[in-house]
């Protein structure tokens, strides 16, 4: 997909930065992992069935900090399939592509490792490649809708030291389904629609909220069909040519979307074959220290004897919402306790990012936003950088702003609060894109090369110091717009600190909880 260009010296910054940035998460997690000892937490955690040996325990020493939480569910599917009916809620492609890469690349290591030591391994090196691809498809994505490569460079740095980093490197599905869904973004900006469709089906089995990207399919077809239309009159005049055209569009959505839920519609087909058909109990062959940890936590195994459990009677069998309303009691409102503050202020800033990014667009665009941008625009728009075209209030960034606005009210009001960080994080780029508009609105230090003196430049100077910001980076484009601003933190605004502030503190705060066995989810 072209991801690696070599003549892009932004691209190669990005690329460099993100390994960079891996590699110093995971040489934290195992300093952290090693000076911490672990909470007692009352998570799912299944005892292991054979003994470890000593490469094995050096490998648990190392990143043992990445297996915690939701990182054990990953690693049990890939090790042992969907035993329990809670492990349904956690999608197949993550930890089939686990087992392939634990299967294949690292078979030559099963005479020093344990196949569960070999299916972190595999794990963590998944992750930190999706991360850093997925990074470079965000550059790539940020160019063609911002066309600004600043904002988007700037966008793409920021990503790599993301708030939800921990989550990016832990055995979690999140890197993979960033690098699917910012592709699949892409590769729908540039036209590629069988490409992004592709993309986004395998987004969708990656995690639930996948589904929602549908949206984009529908909405750039409907946006060229609406285009067309106003045209002129000649195309309406010609009533079969546009009978013709509506039925392209409505047989293109219906076709990409139903290709975009096929694999969900596939894994809730698989849990109720499982659980709900006759004759599937699979219990003879469960080792006895899994049936009792079933017994033990009340986990419930495939039906046997004729005991089917209560979702499969429901006139749609979905066991997806069902355990995410029995295991885990999601649904609307139901978060809102007095004991719950402590995780509403833990997803506060990102919140008050997301309704801001919101807010910034509307005010800037209310027209384009009120005919949900199905308007066609004049001819003689500028399309350059530093235009009107261009940047994060730029007519092409509505669908994305649409996008982490329902994101975000659904994290906020039918999630547990504090996983909205990495839910939000991993699946749009509103978060990066607003961020990185705001820094290279605000911050001096980001209009030009980065000198002290500038620091005192008016906010009337901007647009004459913005043009001398690609010279600039073209001069030196290795001077990383975020390690300029943390060497010179002291001279950065307010506003520069509280972004800067927020994104590093929770990778830090991230890295120690989560190692940890501490609440952070």
Request: hydrophobic share 50%; charged share 15%; proline share 5%.
């Amino acid at each position: 997909m072209e991801l690696v260009n070599r003549q892009d010296p932004y691209l190669r910054e990005v690329l460099w930065f993100a390994m960079c940035c891996r590699a110093l998460t995971l040489l934290l997690q195992a300093l952290f992992n090693l000076l911490i000892p672990d909470h007692a937490a009352d998570a799912f955690s299944p005892p292991r069935l054979s003994e470890p040996g000593l490469c094995d325990l050096l490998l648990e020493w190392l990143l043992g900090g990445l297996s915690h939480w939701d990182a054990e569910h990953f690693l049990f599917i890939a090790e042992r399939g969907y035993l329990y009916e809670h492990n349904f809620a956690f999608f197949p492609v993550y930890p089939l592509s686990v087992r392939a890469v634990a299967e294949v690349a690292l078979w030559p290591l099963q005479w020093l490792l344990r196949l569960r030591s070999r299916l972190l391994l595999s794990a963590v090196l998944l992750n930190s490649l999706f991360s850093v691809l997925a990074a470079a498809a965000l550059y790539k994505l940020g160019c063609v809708v911002l066309r600004c490569h600043r904002v988007a460079f700037l966008a793409a740095i920021l990503f790599c030291i993301s708030p939800a980093n921990i989550f990016m490197a832990a055995a979690y599905s999140e890197s993979m389904f960033a690098f699917l869904a910012f592709s699949a973004m892409w590769q729908l900006e540039k036209g590629q629609t069988w490409l992004s469709g592709l993309l986004f089906s395998l987004a969708s089995g990656v995690r639930a909220n996948g589904l929602v990207n549908a949206g984009f399919f529908i909405y750039s077809r409907s946006k060229c069909f609406a285009l067309q239309l106003q045209v002129g009159s000649r195309l309406v005049r010609k009533l079969p040519p546009f009978w013709r055209q509506l039925l392209s569009l409505a047989s293109s959505v219906i076709l990409m979307c139903a290709g975009i839920f096929l694999p969900f519609a596939l894994f809730q087909y698989y849990a109720y074959v499982r659980f709900c058909a006759p004759g599937t109990g699979l219990q003879q062959s469960v080792p006895k220290p899994l049936l009792q940890l079933a017994l033990d936590k009340g986990y419930r195994l495939a039906a046997k004897n004729g005991l089917r459990p209560p979702w499969c009677s429901q006139r749609f069998p979905v066991v997806y919402s069902y355990i995410q309303d029995v295991y885990w009691n999601v649904g609307f409102l139901r978060y809102f306790e007095l004991r719950q503050v402590p995780n509403f202020l833990l997803a506060l800033p990102v919140t008050l990012l997301g309704s801001w990014a919101a807010w910034t667009y509307l005010t800037a665009n209310p027209r384009h936003c009120l005919t949900l941008g199905l308007e066609r625009r004049k001819n003689g728009e500028e399309q350059g950088e530093g235009k009107p075209g261009t940047g994060f209030c730029c007519p092409a960034v509505l669908v994305y702003v649409v996008h982490a606005t329902v994101l975000l009210l659904f994290g906020v009001f039918c999630m547990h609060v504090q996983v909205l960080t990495r839910f939000f994080g991993s699946a749009t780029p509103i978060l990066y894109w607003f961020s990185a508009h705001l820094l290279q609105e605000y911050e001096p230090l980001l209009w030009n090369g980065g000198t002290d003196n500038q620091t005192t430049a008016s906010l009337s100077e901007k647009s004459v110091l913005g043009n001398s910001l690609a010279g600039s980076y073209e001069k030196g484009i290795s001077e990383n717009p975020v390690v300029r601003l943390l060497l010179n933190y002291r001279l950065n605004t307010p506003l520069a600190k509280c972004i800067l502030g927020y994104f590093l503190s929770y990778w830090l705060l991230g890295l120690i909880l989560h190692c940890n066995f501490l609440p952070w989810t």
